[in-house]
């Protein structure tokens, strides 16, 4: 029997795999895609998911693979700059950091394959779970016992883990239900040629004109990227939107020039439906939810791969002592629970702080006067409204709660 399936190979599932297996448990991911190239995968590390990393061991990895640190954010309302906040923001801090996901996770699941108690199952989706018959456990409830695959194969384990994202389908059969709050929102993702003033530093551009918002900076992979915030009474069909011209109408006249010049490199927007919420349970005998399985995050300050991070740390400092020992399955039970207390109140904290940044945006955009009488007092309003955006960023770059990777 395996020791731990682990079901999603984004950053939850293959650093948590790597950390296991490097601890000498027998770790099988399975993973339903071909390869890592998904259409939308988050880019930004925060202080706290470099801090996570680090404690793996992992920087060497993130070191081999495209990356880039940002230099600062900027916010424009109507065309004309707010405030800048440069990077790093804390003394002798580090820099929020964009990397090219896909490659990250080749090289982290190829340093696993080194190992032999590593197996990685790939192109084959989970169809649903195993389940033990409760008259075989002591505790007389029925127990996850493993997956069943897309091919009807089977694979038994001590320990099932769902680390399949947001619609998680490992969720879904263990009967977890996931309560989702009111800030979900659709996001339009774009993608198109770089500008040349991003060459001498990376800034992450916050736009705010009209009734428009989005987001703009320059990728690990070469490009620039666009987060256009699609609030339901966006006035026409977005798919009928010339949107190199829509781009530009909410622009200060240099970025407006580019998205003219570059109309024919912007590719057709995909639509992200962000779903935010969380499980009231993480885990019912012999599984566990992580990451967005668990708590999707809003995209707001990239929380969703650095609070995964973070998470992987937690559930190995638990969960290695038990499985090196074999330990019987009560006692994994009984310690599931435990990893969602101590990682609750900083995914309720963090997602509370997106949620404040969600509505300040969404204030500017549809309140015209408060954005008339912002843009037309930047200069006076300039330093209150960046202190206030500054004292929410703290515990969304460096994290709520004390995370330590002991074991």
């Known amino acids: 029997m395996t020791q731990v399936v682990i079901v999603g190979a984004g950053p939850t599932g293959a650093t948590l795999a790597l950390l296991l297996v490097k601890r000498g448990i027998a770790v099988k991911l399975i993973e339903a895609s071909r390869n890592f190239r998904r259409v939308f995968r988050g880019e930004g590390l925060m202080p706290s998911g470099l801090d996570?990393?680090?404690?793996?061991?992992?920087?060497?990895?993130?070191?081999?693979?495209?990356?880039?640190?940002?230099?600062?954010?900027?916010?424009?309302?109507?065309?004309?700059?707010?405030?800048?906040?440069?990077?790093?923001m804390e003394p002798n801090g580090k820099p929020v950091m964009l990397v090219s996901q896909p490659p990250l996770l080749e090289?982290?699941?190829?340093?696993?394959?080194?190992?032999?108690?590593?197996?990685?199952?790939?192109?084959?989706p989970v169809q649903d779970l195993l389940w033990s018959d409760s008259s075989s456990t002591p505790s007389g409830k029925r127990r996850v016992s493993g997956v069943k695959l897309g091919n009807n194969s089977t694979i038994s384990a001590d320990l099932v883990i769902g680390a399949d994202g947001r619609n998680s389908i490992v969720r879904q059969r263990a009967n977890l239900t996931l309560e989702q709050q009111s800030q979900s929102f659709n996001i339009l993702w774009f993608k198109l040629a770089d500008s040349p003033?991003?060459?001498?530093?990376?800034?992450?551009?916050?736009?705010?004109?009209?009734?428009?918002?989005?987001?703009?900076?320059?990728?690990?992979?070469g490009n620039l990227q666009v987060g256009w915030s699609l609030y339901e009474d966006f006035p026409m069909d977005w798919k009928q939107v010339d949107w190199a011209e829509m781009l530009a109408s909410a622009s200060p006249p240099w970025l407006a020039e580019h998205f003219r010049q570059n109309a024919e490199t912007i590719e057709r927007p995909v639509l992200l439906s962000v779903v935010v919420g969380r499980c009231p349970r993480w885990s019912v005998p012999g599984l566990l939810l992580l990451g967005d399985a668990a708590h999707p995050m809003s995209p707001i300050r990239a929380q969703g791969i650095n609070m995964a991070l973070r998470d992987v740390i937690v559930a190995a400092n638990h969960l290695v002592p038990?499985?090196?020992?074999?330990?019987e399955h009560a006692d994994i039970d009984a310690t599931l629970p435990l990893i969602q207390a101590?990682?609750?109140?900083?995914?309720?904290?963090?997602?509370?702080?997106?949620?404040?940044?969600?509505?300040?945006?969404?204030?500017?955009?549809?309140?015209?006067?408060?954005?008339?009488?912002?843009?037309?007092?930047?200069?006076?309003?300039?330093?209150?409204?960046?202190?206030?955006?500054?004292?929410?960023?703290?515990q969304l770059r460096q994290g709520v709660s004390q995370i330590k990777l002991t074991v």
């Open 52 to 88: 996570a990393l680090e404690q793996m061991g992992l920087l060497p990895v993130l070191e081999q693979v495209p990356h880039r640190s940002l230099d600062a954010w900027e916010f424009l309302i109507n065309k004309r700059s707010l405030f800048r906040v440069e990077e790093p």
């Open 107 to 124: 090289a982290l699941i190829e340093e696993a394959s080194t190992y032999a108690n590593f197996e990685l199952v790939q192109s084959e």
């Open 197 to 221: 003033r991003f060459k001498s530093e990376n800034v992450f551009y916050s736009v705010v004109s009209g009734h428009h918002a989005f987001g703009l900076f320059h990728s690990s992979e």
């Open 322 to 327: 038990l499985l090196r020992e074999g330990a």
């Open 342 to 394: 101590e990682r609750e109140p900083e995914i309720v904290r963090s997602q509370q702080l997106q949620s404040e940044e969600a509505a300040q945006g969404e204030l500017l955009t549809k309140s015209a006067p408060i954005q008339w009488l912002v843009s037309k007092l930047a200069p006076l309003l300039r330093q209150p409204v960046r202190q206030s955006w500054l004292n929410r960023q703290r």
